[in-house]
């Protein structure tokens, strides 16, 4: 059975930075894409990044050139570093794990923006 334990939230200042891991149990890690996601209050879960088992990424516009989503295989974590954080950026932040017969998705970690 897989699990995905994310970490890192917290309240950060605008223009602040915070490092969020997703830490999955059990096996075949490298075989999964790896992504992250966020919903605001009110709002739909939307993607943030997206890492393949090959290494490939994407983004969304919103947070391209202050994100980077990155992965270590022997650690089964993926992270996402998130620089020169925005109010805007406020919101749950969910680690998926998907493979062509379905995902996984962990419990989530807030996010936070203020001054």
């Known amino acids: 059975q897989v699990q995905l334990v994310e970490s890192g939230g917290g309240l950060v200042q605008p223009g602040g930075s915070l490092r969020l891991s997703c830490a999955m149990s059990?096996?075949?890690?490298?075989?999964?894409?790896m992504g992250w996601y966020r919903q605001a209050p009110g709002k739909q879960r939307e993607l943030v990044a997206r890492?393949?088992?090959?290494?490939?990424?994407n983004y969304s516009d919103s947070v391209k050139g202050r994100f980077t989503i990155s992965r270590d295989n022997a650690k089964n974590t993926v992270y996402l570093q998130m620089n020169s954080l925005k109010p805007e950026d406020t919101a749950v932040y969910y680690c998926n794990a998907a493979r062509d017969f379905g995902d996984y998705w962990g419990q989530g970690t807030q996010v936070t923006v203020s001054s």
């Open positions: 059990g096996s075949m890690f490298s075989t999964y894409n």
């Open positions: 890492i393949t088992r090959g290494g490939s990424t």
